[in-house]
């Protein structure tokens, strides 16, 4: 009886303290929204931005709170090893919230890491040492050096930084309902220093689907799944009296397999959380969808193109995206419009390149969720600051490809979007955006280790921008544009999220 006082105290702790430290730098960032609101505007349009450090605003982007990590000894917790790109990072914290809910643990939250150099997925002990090595602690002389003569050991320190994921995403909800511990410092105390007396139950992976978390006992003779090799009971876990519950990789949208209904629900709920919340990207992403006519007046598209599976695909990415975006635009203006083969015929005459080819398979499914445009598309473009000065289509069949189109890309110079250009004439890339509310995001540095992270907040601010669209097409098999069509979008419709998995 006596020693749950503790545990409950520490708990309300670790929340209070993340509430106060929510409230007041969501304070800050008021007062900075405030004082620098006039500031920002009179910065003449169009200028770069100066190489002096003229204009860069130096921001917290975590829990300003000193107190350092401790255990408390009657507390239990749960960990994970954070890999690859921000979505698939996004991913194993969800599935994260959800363990650590189930299993009544506290969540250590690993910082957000952005940028080009996140690690990929490695075996346990592999990650568990790049993650205790990946803070910046006794490199900060390294903000300051021009990189021309920076030192070996400042190889690299602008082309990564960390964020709290409160500073992204709001838990602060989240953490009413569980106790989830952010640290300041972006660094894993845990892991530098795990639980007295190894008071540990480790579960060492050796690649990234080595373990799928079923809340069953799984049929001895069940067929295997397709990627994971065991199904790990969380019950299993739940048994374990261990301080400390240390897991390895947990991305991917079917790590944890659900048939608790309680359980699913709370999934349901976290991912619902997922949403922005930041201030510099909401003001960013509002001021570029005026740009493009307002919400809802403008279709979006999800793009990738670059690296790895995407690079080799880049013509047939487009060409799908194409045959969605066309019919989707056609279904604006006419709602029994944009069948396949209307948006064949009209891509043997808008792109001559691909007038031999039969119409892709995908093109049978063009099922695309979206709400009523708010300006018919061929009256509204003309509204658009963004579509200035482009050259419309005169003839009353292609009015409707008017339509304002952003197009997110991770390649905006590829000659691969050219079908896009051809019968969109507003099609507007992130680098058209210049916008006073796009450059003040592009000049925040962060005040834990002074890299600019104005680069890393394009991709979030281009899926905040498609969000906005009356109707949102992305890439088959890319977790970012996943985000933006069954979260991001739906939520930003007033809708259920879509869940996968
Ligand atoms: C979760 O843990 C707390 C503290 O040990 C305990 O009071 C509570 O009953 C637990 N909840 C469940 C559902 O087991
Ligand atoms: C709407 O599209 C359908 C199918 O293409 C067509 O038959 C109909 O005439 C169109 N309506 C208008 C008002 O253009």
Redesign the pocket.
């Known amino acids: 009886m006596n020693n749950?006082r503790p545990?409950?105290n520490s708990?309300f702790a670790c929340i209070l303290s993340s509430l106060i430290v929510a409230s007041v730098a969501s304070f800050f960032s008021a007062l900075f929204l405030l004082s620098h609101h006039p500031l920002e505007l009179t910065i003449p349009g169009g200028h770069p931005t100066s190489a002096s450090d003229d204009g860069l605003t130096i921001i917290h982007v975590g829990p300003s709170s000193k107190r350092s990590f401790a255990w408390n000894p009657s507390e239990?917790y749960l960990a994970y090893l954070p890999h690859s790109g921000f979505h698939n990072q996004r991913i194993a914290l969800e599935n994260a919230l959800v363990l650590a809910r189930i299993l009544?643990r506290t969540l250590l939250v690993p910082p957000a890491h952005l940028g080009n150099n996140v690690f990929s997925y490695h075996k346990f002990d592999e990650l568990y040492r790049l993650l205790v090595h990946s803070g910046k602690q006794g490199l900060l002389h390294c903000s300051k050096v021009p990189s021309r003569i920076s030192p070996p050991e400042c190889w690299g320190y602008h082309d990564y930084t960390h964020v709290s994921w409160d500073w992204l995403v709001d838990l602060s909800s989240v953490a009413l309902e569980q106790p989830v511990c952010h640290h300041v410092l972006f660094t894993y105390p845990w892991l530098e220093n795990p639980p007295p007396d190894a008071d540990i139950l480790e579960l060492r992976d050796q690649t990234a689907y080595d373990f799928r978390f079923v809340d069953y006992t799984p049929a001895p003779d069940a067929p295997s799944h397709p990627r994971y090799h065991t199904a790990y009971p969380i019950a299993t876990l739940a048994a374990s009296d261990a301080q400390l519950i240390q897991l390895g990789s947990l991305f991917g949208s079917a790590r944890l397999h659900l048939s608790d209904r309680g359980h699913r629900t709370a999934r349901t709920a976290i991912r619902e959380r997922m949403a922005f919340a930041n201030p510099y990207l909401r003001r960013a992403s509002l001021a570029a969808a005026h740009a493009l006519g307002g919400p809802d007046a403008f279709l979006a598209a999800h793009v990738r193109l670059a690296n790895g599976p995407f690079l080799a695909v880049q013509t047939q990415t487009v060409r799908v995206a194409w045959y969605r975006l066309v019919a989707c635009a056609l279904r604006g203006a006419n709602a029994s419009a944009g069948g396949s083969a209307q948006v064949h015929a009209l891509e043997r005459r808008l792109v001559p390149a691909n007038a031999e080819l039969p119409p892709p398979r995908e093109a049978l499914r063009l099922d695309i969720d979206y709400v009523s445009p708010v300006a018919p598309p061929g009256g509204g473009a003309m509204g658009a600051s963004a579509c200035a000065g482009k050259q419309w289509h005169e003839e009353h069949a292609l009015a409707a490809l008017n339509v304002p189109l952003f197009v997110a890309t991770d390649m905006e110079d590829a000659p691969a979007l050219a079908p896009l250009r051809a019968a969109f004439p507003c099609m507007v890339l992130m680098k058209d955006l210049v916008l006073s509310e796009v450059r003040a995001l592009g000049r925040l540095v962060n005040a834990e280790d002074g890299v600019r992270l104005g680069p890393f907040l394009v991709p979030l601010l281009e899926a905040a921008i498609a969000a906005q669209a009356w109707a949102v097409v992305g890439t088959e098999g890319s977790t970012f544009s996943a985000y933006v069509e069954d979260l991001l979008w739906q939520r930003e419709h007033g809708r259920q999220i879509v869940q996968r998995g």
């Open positions: 749950r545990l409950r708990r239990r009544n």
